[in-house]
């Protein structure tokens, strides 16, 4: 069962315009919520974050969104420029007994279109 | 500053076979965690250390096993492979157990593949 779902494989969206990612979750006890931009042949690279008692988180072109009552979160680039053009994942942290995981989708490919 | 390193970089391994793969995290950096992340999916946490200790394992065989050494690098392995363990194998370091500005640095990963 996929705890953290992002429902779109592959978006598409014009340089200049808005991109928006979205990520579903199911567990309620998801206490940070990251996003992590990936090129081929790199690792994940940490691109923005969001506590679960805050609803939005804002850092230059990217700002993060969180509906704890739905269980959702987008991730929306303003402007998109073609650099962006990447897998972004979501993925959401759980702790206890001293330990921290991060549990990921399987990510959304953004095209951005000169 | 030099990044999480890994190595190798690919390997190919035989069905059966025990393999190492080996993470050196940022220096001054006390955590590393190791991820498997299959083709077409999102990575999947294994392990998580620091300070040296175990302190979170995920949902995966006895045969994935793993160390912290006093220098903090990390050695993730796997005994008896299976074709299903092909996977990118990502270390990631942080200089807390878990840091709220960025999670967590991510290496470029091992790429390993199992015929």
């Known amino acids: 069962d996929q705890q953290v779902k992002q429902n779109s494989p592959s978006l598409s969206v014009q340089e200049g315009r808005i991109s928006i990612l979205n990520c579903d979750y199911t567990?309620?006890?998801?206490?940070?919520f990251l996003w992590y931009k990936k090129y081929p042949a790199e690792g994940p690279t940490f691109l923005i974050s969001i506590s679960s008692i805050k609803d939005k988180n804002e850092d230059g072109r990217f700002t993060v969104f969180l509906n704890k009552s739905a269980k959702h979160l987008s991730l929306h680039i303003v402007p998109s420029q073609p650099g962006d053009s990447a897998v972004y994942f979501c993925?959401?942290?759980?702790?206890?007994?001293?330990?921290?995981?991060?549990?990921f989708g399987k990510g959304t490919k953004l095209s951005v279109i000169p | 500053d030099a990044g999480v390193t890994q190595s190798p970089t690919h390997l190919i391994k035989t069905r059966g076979q025990q393999v190492t793969l080996r993470c050196s995290p940022i220096?001054?950096?006390?955590?590393v965690s190791w991820y498997q992340q299959v083709l077409g999916q999102g990575p999947q946490f294994i392990f998580q250390y620091y300070e040296k200790e175990e302190r979170g394992r995920g949902n995966f065989p006895d045969r994935f096993s793993a160390r912290q050494f006093p220098n903090y690098s990390s050695e993730l392995n796997v005994n008896a492979l299976l074709l299903g363990d092909s996977a990118l194998y990502l270390c990631?370091?942080?200089?807390?157990?878990?840091?709220?500005?960025?999670?967590?640095?991510f290496g470029s990963g091992t790429r390993l593949t199992v015929v």
């Open positions: 993925a959401a942290r759980t702790s206890g007994a001293g330990s921290y995981q991060l549990t």
């Open positions: 567990n309620s006890m998801f206490d940070y």
């Open positions: 220096s001054g950096h006390k955590s």
């Open positions: 990631a370091s942080s200089s807390e157990i878990f840091r709220d500005d960025y999670g967590y640095t």
